[in-house]
């Protein structure tokens, strides 16, 4: 189907223009003379981008046209047109949610170029957010929330080696899911429906590791009182995590490796060999190429683990997936309780947002549901949240991002100033100061990114010593 695009433009000679050109390019076009009439469109079609000035003539401005496109549809691309002497306000509308904005007077290829690139953008979004919804369906990554690059790149590792036998090594801050993750590899695979064993390596007493993980013969030490399998042998046909194995001591160590090789081993106490058909998957918190330098963690052991490895960000890198995180968390509680599922005020969501999460996924489940427990009212309120004032966020250029107590559109506007700052001072290096050329890399119309380089105060000896191009 065509995309269909709404134009919204008081000026008779402009909407035309626009018009013919847009219909030329192969779209389906909609036009509205003024503010008012953009609405009664947006109430009564679907549109996949809307094109509307900033300044219109009478009724609602643009601001409001915007509003209402991302209210009824957050999908709908927004592009806005600018008079000059407007980019600080179209620099507001893009944090509200517009794609993108072209000043006056432009040009057609410059329409072309971003209209093109705008719908190009959302068409992906929309598919990826489609073929994510089919896989978490049929493969069971249901219980992994989030949307953001850090999680989508996992969502793909995981598909990509659940149709091997490969062992994984999942690397994360405690509290990212690690746990999570090996069980959707285990629900993705051949043998999802043979047995799927965790074990926390840290939290068995290291005297009775072998015994848990290889099992035991009677009489092996006093307590025997009958052959005991191991996690191994339970995990026969199936898949065996072994959570925290950085934690593991070295003889038990060296047994493991044997598995991995020989896919055998022998019980505590006995001398006869079990062989076993399983698929490792391992985790920790640890670094632990530092520990096989310290001579803590056995070389050929992490080499061995280390066949695939999948990196799960802390939650304090994958920010725009806590919305859809607390929603999660507060519809479980609900179910669970058997209770009506509670909402965040804003201010709490602002809270939420401006948290560092130092314990991560698990420290966000942990005090939602303390919230939902305690807090009085239907809507859980900022004071309800049990969260340490001192774990701010910081951003890459290492500076604070939030101020306790601001309210959630402060908060909101923040975090797009520092992550745009960032993001062009970063691609701006990377191309030498040249304007032009970090435009094309990074999708940009040149004099957008001219007049935002402006608007962010990004002075060329930041990111040059010559000046940019």
């Known amino acids: 189907m065509k995309p269909r695009l709404l134009v919204v433009e008081d000026e008779a000679a402009i909407r035309l223009a626009l018009s013919g050109l847009l219909k030329r390019e192969g779209y389906e076009v909609d036009l509205a003379e003024d503010g008012e009439k953009a609405l009664e469109a947006l109430d009564a079609q679907v549109f996949d981008l809307v094109l509307t000035d900033l300044a219109l003539g009478r009724g609602p401005d643009g601001m409001a046209v915007l509003e209402r496109a991302k209210a ?74 989030g949307t953001s690059s850090g999680m989508r790149s996992v969502y793909e590792t995981i598909q990509k080696v659940a149709e091997t036998d490969l062992t994984v090594l999942i690397r994360g801050e405690s509290g990212t899911g690690k746990e999570l993750v090996a069980q959707a590899i285990h629900n993705t695979s051949a043998r999802k429906d043979r047995p799927f064993v965790a074990v926390n390596c840290a939290a068995i007493n290291q005297e009775l590791v072998e015994s848990e993980l290889f099992g035991h013969e009677k009489s092996a030490f006093t307590g025997a009182e009958k052959r005991r399998e191991g996690r191994f042998e339970v995990a026969d046909g199936g898949t065996i ?17 044997r598995v991995l090789q020989e896919r055998k081993f022998e019980r505590v106490g006995g001398g006869e ?42 939650l304090r890198e994958r920010r725009e997936d806590l919305p859809a995180l607390c929603e999660r968390f507060l519809t479980q509680v609900a179910e669970r309780l058997e209770r009506e599922r509670k909402t965040l005020s804003p201010g709490a969501m602002a ?6 999460w130092p314990g991560n996924v698990r420290e966000l489940g942990n005090v939602l549901e303390q919230a939902a427990v305690l807090s009085s009212g239907d809507e859980i309120e900022e004071a309800d949240l049990q969260l340490d004032p001192s774990a701010a966020v910081v951003s890459a250029s290492g500076e604070s991002s939030f101020v306790p107590g601001a309210a959630f559109a402060d908060v909101k506007k923040q ?19 040249n304007v032009s050329a970090t435009a094309r890399e990074i999708g940009m119309v040149r004099q957008s990114l001219q007049q935002k380089i402006r608007e962010l105060d990004l002075r060329a000896e930041q990111w040059t010593d010559d000046e940019a191009n």
């Open 273 to 314: 060999s079990v062989e076993v058909d399983v698929r490792v998957v391992a985790a920790t918190h640890r670094n632990l190429e530092e520990e096989v330098k310290a001579g803590r963690f056995r070389e050929d052991l992490y080499y061995r683990l280390k066949v695939v490895q999948i990196d799960l960000p802390p």
């Open 72 to 145: 009824l549809r957050p999908e709908t691309a927004v592009v806005m047109i600018t008079a000059h002497g407007s980019e600080k306000i179209a620099v507001g509308a893009m944090k509200a949610g517009a794609e993108d904005y072209i000043p006056k007077p432009f040009d057609n290829d410059e329409i072309r170029v971003v209209v093109k690139r705008a719908l190009d953008r959302h068409r992906l979004e929309r598919e990826h957010r489609l073929l994510l919804e089919r896989v978490q369906r049929e493969t069971g990554f249901e219980n992994i929330v």
């Open 241 to 257: 995590f072994l959570d925290e194995i950085g934690d593991m001591a070295s003889e038990t160590q060296a047994k493991v490796l």
């Open 351 to 356: 809270r939420v947002m401006q948290h560092g």
């Open 415 to 433: 975090m797009i100033e520092n992550f745009e700052r960032d993001f062009l001072l970063a691609a701006l290096r990377k191309n030498d100061g």
